[in-house]
C-alpha cells in the first residue's frame, strides 16, 4: 500500500502544507521490559469517559482509574499483560 502523499514515515511524520512543511517526531512505540513486545498501550488515570472507553475497548488505551500514584505504571503490554513506565 502506498503511504499518502506528502506523509513519510522515516521516524517523524512529514506534512507538506503549500510552503509550510510540518515534521513531528513520531514517539517510538515503548518496549514491555518483560517479554521485550512492542505491543504495549498507554494506561489513562482518569475518570473514564465515553471517548476513554471506546478507545480502551478498540485496545487503544488501558484504563487505571482514576487513583494515581507515583509508582503507577504508565503503559500495559498486550502481549504478557506486564504493567511498566
Ligand atoms: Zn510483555
Not at 514515515?9 to 512492542?38: D, H, R, V
Not at 498486550?78 to 504493567?83: F, P, Q, S, V, W
Amino acid at each position: 500500500m502506498a503511504a499518502p502523499v506528502g506523509l513519510t514515515y522515516n521516524g517523524y511524520l512529514n506534512l507538506e502544507m503549500g510552503a509550510q512543511k510540518i515534521s513531528m517526531k513520531i514517539m517510538p512505540k515503548k518496549k514491555c521490559p518483560a517479554c521485550g513486545a512492542t505491543d504495549t498501550i498507554k494506561i489513562l488515570y482518569d475518570e473514564p469517559t465515553y471517548e476513554s472507553c471506546e478507545a480502551a475497548e478498540r485496545g487503544e488505551i488501558a484504563l487505571g482509574g482514576c487513583l494515581i500514584s507515583e509508582v503507577s505504571p504508565k503503559r500495559y503490554c498486550k502481549a504478557c499483560g506486564e504493567d511498566f513506565g
